[in-house]
């Protein structure tokens, strides 16, 4: 049973909210799977889901390719209830039988064609090591171009997303056809390695290498920040997807029922768990600015014991860690941070999580390092426990 009431029907939520409720139900006929939770903040809502749409109805990734990412993805993040969705689909879209059965059961990649091949270790790299070796990507690359390459990785990042909100809420299949057996995970037993000193692709950053119809997005994006730097200067290369998913993080950073020092505390355990030194160069500064003590935000580096910490801000850094790294969240700490701060919190919080994710899986596998003289993140070793 999910761990708080999912919004399924209009009177779920409070009337101003109906208009909402009914426009994102006409897109499929109901509110189901992580729309159920991710509704309990409505301002979020509609920014969070037109992600999906854009995903779902303009993607240049072609439907086999995206939906054996999502199927992989979910065995990844042990999310039952995305493998039950999405398997019937991948059939639909031609994805065999035997690679249907070979990332269920994390088998070795080999019986599998060429093409799928490729998709599943990239999935399989990005979300295991937080990285993707130069062979791997260069054959996507090579195959498909930047923009498909770069939608490709925001399927995985979205479908880690939505697994940890349907995986920290515990929402599960009613019906689950497509069972995902519980096998063992691979556990990290290396840092990961540093990046490479160059990005992967030539980075976006000035007007002119947009073409003409998406340069505002160019001129909304370089508005908030001065210049596009970062993970923008990838997702430029979906012009339309990189402005939906800045709404996403506006709402976030802004909207959010999330005060400063919990959201970047939460961004900055994001980073740690993900490997991602840009993130953290950007981040770790802000949190000490936002109230962090520099020994909670050395604790978070380095990976270590979360027993000194103040109570709330270890709730929040543990609920991370799990999420990422155990694929669920135990009841305790979950009944917990909702008692202290609301179950719309605790979506935010959530989503906060994955929307990090994804741009540390753009980051990290396209390889966009921090400036040489920026805080540094060190290559902490394997996953310890929390």
Known sequence: ?????????????????????????????????????????????????????????????????????????????????????????ARKAGVSATTLELVR????????????????????????????????????????????????????????????????????????????PDVPRPTATAPARALQSAPRVEPITRREQVPEPHRAIFDVVAEGRGSVRGPFTILMYSPVLCRRHLDVGTFLRFNSRLEADSRELAIIATAREKDCPYIWAAHAPAARQAGISKAVVTVVRDRGDLASMPAAERDIVDYTRQLIRNNAVAPVLF????????????????????????????????????????????????????
């Not at 006929?29 to 995903?55: C, D, K, M, Q, Y």
């Not at 966009?368 to 290559?379: G, S, T």
Request: proline residues 6%; contains cysteine.
């Open 1 to 89: 049973m999910a761990r708080v009431k999912l919004i399924v029907s209009r009177d779920d939520v409070a009337a101003e909210h109906h208009a909402l409720f009914d426009e994102l139900a006409a897109l499929r006929g109901r509110i189901s799977g992580p729309s159920t939770v991710v509704l309990h903040s409505p301002g979020l809502a509609r920014p969070w889901n037109e992600i999906s749409e854009f995903l779902h109805r303009h993607s240049l990734v072609e439907a086999a390719h995206a939906e054996l990412a999502v199927c992989a993805t979910a065995r990844e993040k042990d999310c039952g209830y995305i493998w039950n969705a999405h398997v019937p689909l």
């Open 105 to 180: 059961d994390r088998r070795k990649v080999i019986g599998m064609s060429g093409a799928e091949m490729a998709v599943v270790q990239y999935v399989r790299q990005l979300i295991q090591t937080n990285r993707v070796e130069p062979n791997v990507f260069n054959q996507l690359l090579r195959a498909h171009g930047p923009q498909w390459l770069v939608e490709l990785t925001v399927w995985i990042g979205r479908y880690q997303a939505l697994a940890g909100i349907l995986n920290g809420f515990d929402v599960r299949p009613t019906m689950a056809i497509e069972e995902l």
């Open 335 to 386: 009944d917990r941070l909702q008692g202290r701060n609301g179950v719309p919190w605790l979506v935010e919080l959530t989503c906060l999580i994955g929307h990090y994710g994804i741009v540390a899986s753009i980051l990290n596998a396209f390889e966009i390092a921090p400036v040489p003289d920026a805080e540094p993140l060190p290559l902490a070793g394997g996953q310890k426990g929390s």
